[in-house]
Each structure stands twice: as C-alpha cells, then as structure tokens.
C-alpha cells in the first residue's frame, strides 16, 4: 500500500461519494488502486514537478473526479492517451476498465518515468507507457480512441493525431470552457459527434468533453 502524506481514510470518502455522484459502480480493490495513484502523484510531485495542484484533496477532485468525469462517454478497446503528463485522465480510466488496453504517450521523460512507476506499482497490465512526440510515434496498430486534457488545441489535435486513429475512431478532448473559436477551426474532415457538458463532483467550473470523428 501506498504511503501518503493525507491517509487514504480521509480521502476514501470523498472519492466514494464523487464515484457515487459520476454513477460509478468501483470495486473496492478499483478504489485502493486510485487512492495509491493519487498517494504515488503527491509523493513524486515534489521532485518531478507533474502538476501545480499540491493539496490531496484538490488532487482528488480537480485530477481523478475530472479524469472520470469521462469515463462512461469514452468507447473503444484500444485508447490512447496523448501528451498524458502524470497519466491523466490515462490512469484512473485503466484502472476502471482493466478490460481495455492504454497507451500513455508524452514527450517528457520524467513524466513516463513516473508513469512506469505506477504501472509497475499497481500491477496495471492494460498500461503501456511512451516517450515520444505525438507526431513521432508509429503503433503497430491504431487505436479507437484517442484522449486528451489540456494537451493542444481542437485542430492542433486531429492533426497530429491523425495517424493513431483507426476507422470509424473519436478524439475525445477535454477542455473546461465551451471552445468555440477551436471548433470553428477544425479541418473540414472532423466532424463534432457530440458536445458533453461534464459535472465533476465538488468541482465549480465549467468543463466539456467534445467527441470529434474523422469524415
């Protein structure tokens, strides 16, 4: 079990009312396993610098919550998480779909450092982690679904990632305000499938999820 600096008996219950709240039916092993991720991100957070949030509690809510938040809107075997920083929203997703396999990619070497740490540490065999750009990375095979949160713009994104997706795949963005002006620049090939206004427990800021398809 994780150490953590805030015990995860102060912290499991926040997190099982937001799951409750996000209709997310966990295991309690699925609970520990988020719990120690969150525990593994405070302890590493000092010397690697993988998020500006510090406190446990924001953690939970404005990292795992925001990362669930999606859960059920996201489709497909094979996903891949681009520029995925600390493994968000990559990580809490394998953890409640361990039936589903995910790659992590992100340039920053410390980043997938920390990520091989908690693949190995949480015993996450659905987890695979990258350093690479996005524009670098070949797969063997394409994926269904490709996440993102916070990592570029709505165009910026479908082209970069053009590559990694298979037919009839979704880019699922996540992004806080209702992006207009990037919608309005996506290539005449995407397609927006849907807009999701999201409601992430505790959380008191705007945030969506837009689901864009190749035409």
């Known amino acids: 079990m994780v150490q953590q600096k805030l015990a995860s008996k102060d912290l499991e219950p926040i ?14 092993r699925q609970v520990s396993q988020l719990l120690d991720y969150l525990g593994l991100l405070e302890k590493w957070n000092g010397a690697y610098n993988l998020t500006s949030i510090r406190e446990p509690e924001q953690m939970l809510r404005l990292h795992l ?53 908690v693949r190995t540490q949480l015993g996450l065999d659905n987890v695979t982690e990258n350093q690479s750009r996005v524009e670098a990375y070949q797969p063997t095979r394409l994926f269904d679904g490709v996440t993102s949160r916070a990592f570029t713009s709505l165009k ?9 997706i298979g037919e009839n795949g979704r880019f699922y963005a996540m992004k806080g305000q209702y992006p207009a002006k990037e919608l309005s620049a996506l290539p005449k090939h995407y397609n927006v499938v849907a807009s999701h206004q999201l409601q992430v427990p505790g959380v008191d800021r705007e945030r969506h999820l837009i689901e864009i398809a190749p035409s």
């Open 15 to 28: 997190l099982r009312e937001g799951l409750q709240q996000l209709s997310l039916m966990l295991s309690d």
């Open 65 to 117: 919550l925001d990362s669930l938040s999606i859960a059920p809107l996201v489709k497909g075997e094979r996903i891949i998480d681009v520029g995925t920083g600390p493994g968000l929203p990559g990580i809490p997703l394998a953890i409640i779909y361990p039936e589903r396999q995910f790659t992590l990619l992100d340039s920053n070497g410390k980043k997938t450092r920390f990520l091989f740490q």
């Open 156 to 164: 910026d994104m479908v082209e970069k990632c053009a590559h990694l």
